[in-house]
């Protein structure tokens, strides 16, 4: 039996509390105010509609990706396979949670290896950016991509909800040197990533000519890990400093649009409170690549392979009947589509 670490016992917590609770920020994403406009006259066939992307050197069959949730703890693991072979057959990417319990534990290492379950998607390793001030560097990186046999690695920056964490890691000091530096010596791309407080367009430029190959914006609107901690606390202290920040962050759609503008050419992959294909399909039109979700599936996946496939399929149909009511044949026309404000 793999060692229950403070770390894994953690991400046990976030998977029940995830499903359990309601921790959704109290901040919108922005996106319900922007909308397509219809066009009557497609003149596109539907199912040719195009919405494949390729995105280190691996081609979706829909700019959709299952966003990083879990792992770490002895009951992520059948969450973990569920997703993957899901991803598998939707032809979708995904991203397994913060590999940081098994690195320390690596007995809970099974619980994040997937590649047996999906070969051909694009997978995300993950782990803390912040874990560079504590002992980490390049080999524990490397460490963690090989685990998995992942196609690129996510660093997770999650200030806020180390700050609010009783046995948060706080010291952010000299963190994008560090990160430079792993940049330059992976080997694979590495993608910066939030977790639901969103990137300002000024932050995105600094990773970016640090060598961050993508930004992942995971803004606010979604779960608002805040609130997770805000439910793990042990005393009225911890659960007051939590709560206080449920309106905290930069909300999805208005991150996308500020990266866009200070760094243009920086691929961006958005997520945060998304909900729907037309919510990723108004992201791309944004200037997005590709859009992830959480949420949705890990709820889903914790009822069902099925229902996980049906969910991924759902958002991807949506996703291509959006561009194909907005007259966009594929993505690099919907990313040239305007949206409105009403």
């Known amino acids: 039996m793999p060692k229950v670490t403070q770390t894994s016992s953690r991400k046990f917590e976030h998977i029940r509390i995830n499903l359990e609770e309601n921790v959704a920020s109290s901040r919108t994403t922005g996106l319900e105010r922007l909308h397509f406009n219809h066009e009557a006259l497609p003149e596109l066939d539907l199912n040719a509609v195009d919405t494949r992307v390729t995105l280190f050197g691996k081609t979706m069959r829909s700019p959709l990706f299952i966003s990083s949730m879990t792992g770490g703890a002895p009951e992520a693991g059948r969450i973990n396979r569920t997703l993957a072979e899901a991803a598998q ?58 685990m998995i046999e992942a196609d690129a690695l996510i660093l997770h920056f999650n200030a806020l909800q180390e700050a609010v964490q009783p046995e948060g890691d706080t010291n952010w000091a000299g963190l994008l040197k560090k990160v430079e530096a792993v940049c330059e010596g992976l080997g694979v791309p590495v993608i910066a990533k939030e977790v639901g407080w969103g990137f300002s367009g000024g932050t995105a430029k600094r990773l970016w000519q640090a060598g961050v190959s993508a930004i992942d914006v995971a803004g606010a609107g979604g779960t608002s890990w805040s609130q997770v901690e805000m439910h793990r606390a042990k005393t009225e202290f911890q659960r007051q400093l939590a709560g206080a920040f449920i309106n905290w962050g930069i909300p999805t759609a208005e991150s996308i649009q500020d990266i866009r503008k200070y760094v243009p050419g920086f691929p ?75």
């Open 89 to 146: 057959a939707a032809g979708v990417g995904m991203g397994v949670g913060s590999q940081r319990a098994a690195i320390e534990e690596p007995a809970l290492a099974e619980t994040f290896q997937v590649r047996k379950y999906a070969p051909d998607i694009l997978l995300f390793a993950n782990l803390g950016a912040v874990q560079f001030n504590y002992g980490y560097g390049i080999d524990q990186c490397r460490a963690a991509v090989e």
């Open 268 to 342: 961006i992959l958005a997520s945060g409170g998304l909900r729907s294909g037309m919510d990723i399909a108004k992201c791309i039109a944004l200037g997005a690549e590709a859009g992830g979700m959480a949420g949705p599936f890990l709820k889903a996946a914790n009822v069902s392979l099925e229902a996980t496939v049906e969910s991924l399929q759902l958002v991807a149909r949506e996703i291509q009947i959006c561009m194909f009511a907005a007259g966009a044949g594929d993505l690099k026309k919907l990313q040239n589509t305007l949206l409105v404000e009403r």
